[in-house]
Every structure is written in C-alpha cells, then in structure tokens.
C-alpha cells in the first residue's frame, strides 16, 4: 500500500469538513489517498475548531455592526457554506430515521434517501434554531471562547 506524503492528511481532513477546494490532493493516486484518509482522522479535531474559530470570528465582528440574533444567523451561514452544511444534513438524517418508528436497516435507508422528510425539517430547524438562541445569548467575547 502506497504511503501519503505528510502534507495529505490534514488536507483530506480540510477536505471532507468543509468544501474548500483542495487541488493538490489530485496528485494522490487511491492508495496513498487511503493511506491518507486513515490517517487524516487525527487532523479533524483541529480542523473542526478552525472551523469554529471561523464562525465565531464572523459573530463576535458581525455583532459589531448588527443585533446578536443577526449575528447569530449570518455566523451559521457562513458555517453551513463553509462545510456544506455536513453537520445539518446528517441531523435532518437522523431525525427522519428515527422520529417514526423505522429500526435497523429501515432506519438506515431512511437515512441514505437524500430527500427530507416532515421529521428531519423540524428536527432541522429546531437544531438550527437552538443553536441561534445559544450562540446570540453569549456576550460576544464568550462567544468567541
């Protein structure tokens, strides 16, 4: 099995949080892009908290100029184009799997259908909107710890 250079993991971990375009990971051929991506799950912890760095960077200066609740939501719009909305998707999943009655592997074809269905949007925008309510809560500097 082909090794990956040491420059591959962390950006295949850049690579599957967020959608930023990562071309040098082209030159990978499918084994070391593997040998890459194993190795690249010790990166996301640091990725993600660059990741929410980012967000509450854009809250504490939007906060300057607009309400917290405002923000709030332009904070978690840049979040949801930064990752592709990859945390939201899967929590709309999850809650169309498992809101009704579905279990094993019902639950997990309900989960790879990429349709939402009426438990997955409430559980979404329930999600979403707590999240608003906590993040515009916190005094801006809190915000950004």
Avoid: K, N
Wanted: hydrophobic residues 60%; charged residues 15%.
């Amino acid at each position: 099995m082909a090794r990956a250079p040491l420059w591959a993991p962390p950006l295949l971990a850049v690579q599957f949080l967020t959608r930023l375009p990562v071309p040098a990971l082209a030159r990978l051929d499918a084994a070391a892009a593997a040998d890459g991506f194993a190795r690249a799950m010790a990166w996301l912890p640091l990725v993600g908290a660059l990741i929410g760095g980012v967000t509450a960077s854009i809250f504490v200066a939007a906060q300057a100029l607009w309400p917290p609740v405002i923000a709030a939501l332009l904070a978690l719009a840049v979040e949801a184009l930064l990752t592709g909305a990859f945390h939201e998707d899967a929590v709309a999943d999850f809650c169309d799997a498992f809101g009704g009655t579905a279990r094993g592997d019902r639950a997990i074809e309900i989960m790879r259908d990429s349709r939402i269905g009426s438990y997955g949007a409430l559980g979404l925008g329930l999600m979403v909107g707590l999240r608003l309510a906590a993040i515009g809560a916190l005094p801006p500097m809190l915000a950004a710890a």
